[in-house]
Nanobody, 124 residues
Framework: QVTLVESGGGLVQPGGSLRLSCVVS????????MGWFRQAPGKEREFISA????????LYADSVKGRFTMSKDNEANTVSLQMSSLKSEDTAVYYC?????????????????WGQGTQVTVSS
């Protein structure tokens, strides 16, 4: 069974930074393409970033491009999301997800495995 555990969320002031991590465990460890999504209260789940299985290809949503950086460490079975220049509109529960596909995947319906989520609140 594949499990994903996120950490690193919290309260941060506008303009600040946070780093989220997601540890993947299971029979094939990091043999997955990965993604980050978020869901704010009253809104649908939103794509943030995704990486291919190798980690060589990445894609970001326009809303976070230039502010967020996703990294994938296949040795450590970890994906991270470095978030900077945070805004109040970045407040949401952030989820990491994994799929058996090899390419970058931006649609949440194509992900088979999900973490429990970690809350990020950007407020002064």
């Amino acid at each position: 069974q594949v499990t994903l555990v996120e950490s690193g969320g919290g309260l941060v002031q506008p303009g600040g930074s946070l780093r989220l991590s997601c540890v993947v465990s299971g029979p094939t460890q990091m043999n997955y393409a990965m993604g980050w999504f978020r869901q704010a209260p009253g809104k649908e789940r939103e794509f943030i970033s995704a990486a291919s299985r190798s980690g060589a290809s990445k894609l970001y949503a326009d809303s976070v491009k230039g502010r967020f950086t996703m990294s994938k460490d296949n040795e450590a079975n970890t994906v991270s999301l470095q978030m900077s220049s945070l805004k109040s509109e970045d407040t949401a529960v952030y989820y990491c997800a994994a799929t058996d596909k090899t390419m970058v995947v931006i649609l949440d319906k194509w992900y088979e495995y999900w973490g429990q989520g970690t809350q990020v609140t950007v407020s002064s």
